[in-house]
């Protein structure tokens, strides 16, 4: 017979995890810390098994057992879905009218999609938006999770992605990005082989260039930083300089500068991301075509 599970349970369990104690589980549940021993014992048993080894009466020390640490990505994902599932229900409950959900590349979250939201809104003013920002490749697997009702991202190697589909609606091209005072700064386009004497900093859009012929100067790179804020700090201390598409470009920075990639020419096409066996909701399929006709109207 198969466990049937409490969400208060499973909260229980992960907040013991990721507050390294029952006690302080406890606190945040607003419960006894006996009441939260009995809660996961509970939970062990219809497990079947512990999830968490025996403790020393002499150490408050909170230990995984392998069981426990195969199960605890799983209870993670069945509270986030109770979770969604709960507030898209409160917001009918409420007299919403839905909750659509989105997710894009930091770039077009910040150029792009601050005009058109606010645009799109106006018709539906009791449409509730949650919205995600991250690289692609998070942006994606939302997408394939289920988690968002539409992407907006760079669709790499759609080959390997035939369970969806991808509207391109922008295209960005790749420059070259360094401080207002860099011997390289004045240049009105570079030659990708002019970089491989600088001190290179690679970012998440760099693997842009991995089927270039500038596929070296991934190679060439002494940094790599993730955080597109960070990237800004250090190219405008002048740590290095960087390759970035044209929309990730902070256009308001007086202090860097942004150099056309001549050779190779690498541009990148960014689109709406969906599954391909799913229908879009109301809401989500009214934002994409608004967003389509909004790009029309740009160009």
Known sequence: MLAEFKIAQLRH?????EYKGFHAAAEQA?????AISLSIKDLENKLGTAIFEKRNAKTTIIELTPFGREFLPKARELIAHHDRVSLDMSLLREHKTGH????SV????CQILPDVLSKFVKNVPDLHISFYDDNSAAVIQMVENQQVDLGIAS???QDEHTNKTFTPIWEDRIGVVCRFDHPLANANELHWKELRQQ??????TSRLLEESEAAPLLEDSQFYISSMMSLIAMLEAGIGITTLPWYAFPKDNTNLRFIPLSEPNVVRQIGIVQLGDKSLSPAAQ?????IIEHSKQQT
């Open 13 to 17: 369990f992960v907040w013991v995890v």
């Open 30 to 34: 607003c419960r006894t810390q006996p």
């Open 100 to 103: 659509l959900r989105i997710a």
């Open 106 to 109: 930091p770039s077009i979250a």
């Open 155 to 157: 669709l790499w190697q």
């Open 199 to 204: 001190r290179l900093i690679s970012n998440g």
């Open 286 to 290: 009214a934002l994409a075509d608004f």
